[in-house]
């Protein structure tokens, strides 16, 4: 049981170039969710996804976009990066019943550097 | 909009002492909260989470505690060891059927260094 998988650990990107970030989780939670860390800021939330097929936005969306074409994968794409970008991401997922309901358990993170 | 404050930010003890890291949140009206340890480089590791039915969870050496009235809740570590050493992190979730479901609101977090 791997919990939830981020590929790639480390990018650097030039301005303007894309990428896909792939999230990965083997609990068959329903719920996956894509967070941004930034030094002074915390973790905020960009997109999130209540199922197969089904995505919404978060607090920070603009310059991203996301995929969930299979219930245990999630992706986050960046059309056309920007240095404000650079940041740690983060993926999660949860479960949505239960007395555990809505724990979210976290990814090892992402780090990208937009030059 | 949930405002989540954790003080203090920083904290440095030796080790076996007894201490408390606080959470302050500005709206009551929560379905979950729930505590995180956050090792240098790298991701979330979750501790402890407090359903809002709930006053408090304990996991071994770990107790945090849940009062809604007051906006408050404290992670309470007993016997404090090196091993402790990492930053703190609290979230609430909060109970809104009009907001982002399951959008967690995330405090800034304690670091915690735990001299031997």
């Known amino acids: 049981n791997a919990g939830v998988t981020q590929t790639p650990k480390f990018r650097v990107l030039k301005t303007g170039q894309s990428m896909t970030l792939l999230c990965a989780q083997d609990?068959?939670?329903?719920?996956m969710y894509w967070y941004r860390q930034d030094p002074g800021m915390g973790l905020r939330l960009i997109h999130y996804s209540v199922g197969e097929g089904t995505t919404a936005k978060g607090e920070v969306p603009d310059g991203y976009n996301v995929s969930r074409l299979k219930k245990q994968n999630f992706l986050l794409g960046l059309e056309s990066a920007a240095p404000s970008q650079t940041s740690v991401y983060f993926c999660a997922s949860s479960y949505v019943s239960g007395l555990a309901g809505y724990e979210q358990f976290f990814g090892p993170g992402t780090r990208l550097t937009v030059l | 909009k949930q405002e989540v404050t954790q003080i203090p930010a920083a904290l440095s003890v030796p080790e076996g002492e007894n201490l408390v890291l606080n959470c302050s949140f500005t709206?009551?009206?929560?379905?979950?909260l729930q505590w995180f340890r956050q090792d240098p480089g790298k991701g979330l590791t979750s501790l402890l989470l407090i359903q809002s039915s709930q006053r408090e969870q304990t996991s071994g050496r770990l107790n945090a505690s849940l009062d809604k009235s007051s906006g408050r809740s404290t992670l309470y570590i007993a016997a404090s060891q090196p091993g402790d050493s990492a930053t703190y992190l609290c979230a609430l979730m909060p109970f809104d059927r009009g907001s982002t479901l399951g959008r967690l609101y995330f405090g800034r977090g304690t670091q915690l260094t735990v001299w031997p």
């Open positions: 609990m068959n939670h329903e719920y």
């Open positions: 709206d009551s009206a929560i379905y979950n």
